[in-house]
């Protein structure tokens, strides 16, 4: 999964091979800065582009209902 989380690309799903991006590589005009993590939920891990003005603990929670909600 390469899927962002907050900023000017909640939810886009994003391919790069790097460990972080600006979203003006995306979207022109653009301004979020984003960071690869990984995240283990369950037993599994999942990696995410993370906005990375956000905390830990906010990322871990919105990446948790991200993946709860794939899986309803």
């Known amino acids: 999964m390469k899927v962002c989380i907050g900023g000017d690309l909640a939810g886009k799903i994003v391919d790069f091979d790097k460990q ?3 979203a003006g590589e995306v979207i022109k005009g653009k ?5 690869r993590r990984s995240f283990l939920v ?3 891990v999942y990696f995410f582009w993370v906005l990375k003005d956000l905390k830990l603990w906010e990322a871990t929670d919105l990446v948790e209902k991200y993946v709860q909600e794939l899986k309803n």
């Open 20 to 22: 972080s991006f600006s």
């Open 31 to 35: 301004r979020s800065e984003y960071c």
């Open 42 to 44: 369950g037993r599994d």
